[in-house]
Nanobody, 122 residues
Framework: QVQLVESGGGLVQAGGSLRLSCAAS????????MAWTRQSPGKQRELVAA???????NYADAVKGRFTISRDNAKNTVYLQMNSLKPEDTAVYYCNADAISPATLFKSRVYWGQGTQVTVSS
């Protein structure tokens, strides 16, 4: 199977920056899209940013111009550079990957990380 491990969360003051990383490991044939989502208490999980295997990106309006998603295909890792952070960015951030694995008979499946907490103080 495929495992995703996030890192880089923490506490930061408003206006500060954080960089999240998410590394995929396991039996991986190919990773298609990768993405970051977030969930705040009492709110639904929302898409933050996504990136295709070829590098095309998509962002939520709330983070455009402040966050940058990137990936290193050789390392099976996706990053989220978060600048100009706001208190409303406080959430648990999850990465996910649409991956193809021999373990699933080469059928595409979405895998999720365990989440990393980002807290932005005002």
């Amino acid at each position: 199977q495929v495992q995703l491990v996030e890192s880089g969360g923490g506490l930061v003051q408003a206006g500060g920056s954080l960089r999240l990383s998410c590394a995929a490991s396991g039996s991986i044939a190919r990773i298609n899209d990768m993405a970051w989502t977030r969930q705040s208490p009492g709110k639904q999980r929302e898409l933050v940013a996504a990136i295709t295997n070829g590098g095309s990106t998509n962002y939520a309006d709330a983070v455009k111009g402040r966050f940058t998603i990137s990936r290193d295909n050789a390392k099976n890792t996706v990053y989220l550079q978060m600048n100009s952070l706001k208190p409303e960015d406080t959430a648990v951030y999850y990465c996910n990957a649409d991956a193809i694995s021999p373990a699933t008979l080469f059928k595409s499946r979405v895998y999720w990380g365990q989440g990393t907490q980002v807290t932005v103080s005002s």
